[in-house]
């Protein structure tokens, strides 16, 4: 591996994001294909168990087919749904509509500040990637929002299998980008992205959130630039 300047992003939360989460597009789906308006705090708690990443130390199967991604994500769908009162066939109905409104790009946005920091950070040298716990279809997310360009490659748990802080996921990061020496790990989750980052070796920085336990932290992508330098 060829050693020069790396920052491996990660992406939901930290260059762009889909407002509401995955909390937000349930209630969405209600909206729209039901006819029913609930809170998204009725929503939240189920969206805090059963997705890949709340089980990091399972490995996945690698290069899973997109569909069977999202068909075992069907079952906490449907959880939540009856939750907020649907009869079970509607909720499995229903449950089908989540796919496509999560990935909708109308949905997604980038941090205002994105596109300018990645774009001077480059100018100076530095490379970028993405490492992220995600749906399988974030490279087209990613293309679609206008990072393409300015991203050398996406590397997503949903293809490798591992999710962070699995300290696999570092690894296969580090080796499908072929980068070695300054390499840096940059988000929004502390155990994620900074925690599980520094116990496999790499330094870290902590973006727009707040956290005591975080070495280094940057209230914006702005600010990342004097812990580079």
């Known amino acids: 591996m060829a050693s020069r300047k790396c920052l491996i992003w990660d992406f ?9 989460q995955w909390s937000g597009t349930l209630v969405q ?9 609930i809170d998204i705090e009725t929503v939240r708690p189920f969206m805090r168990r059963g997705f890949p990443w709340h089980s990091p130390d399972v490995v996945n199967p690698p290069m899973r087919p997109a569909d069977l991604w999202w068909e075992a994500m069907l079952p906490v769908f449907e959880e939540a749904f009856v939750a907020c009162g649907v009869s079970a066939d509607q909720a499995t109905r229903l449950a089908a509509k989540v796919r496509p409104a999560y990935i909708d790009l ?3 946005k980038l941090f205002e500040d994105t596109k300018d920091v990645l774009e001077d950070l480059r100018r100076d040298g530095w490379s970028h990637a993405i490492l992220s716990n995600h749906v399988p279809e974030l490279p087209l997310l990613v293309e679609g929002l206008g990072l393409g360009p300015l991203i050398e490659c996406v590397v997503n748990s949903a ?5 962070k802080p699995n300290p696999e996921a570092y690894r296969t990061a580090l080796a499908t980008i072929g980068a070695t020496g300054n390499v840096w790990m940059i988000g929004d989750n502390i155990t994620a992205d900074v925690l599980g980052a520094e116990a496999a070796g790499l330094r870290a920085i902590l973006v727009r959130t707040e956290d005591p336990r975080a070495n280094r932290r940057a209230a914006s992508l702005r600010d990342v630039r004097r812990f580079l330098d």
Do not use: M, N, S
């Open 29 to 37: 789906v209600l909206d729209r294909f039901a006819g029913i308006q």
């Open 106 to 108: 109308v949905e997604w």
């Open 159 to 163: 293809t490798t299998g591992f999710e």
């Open 12 to 20: 939901d939360g930290t260059l762009g994001c889909r407002p509401g």
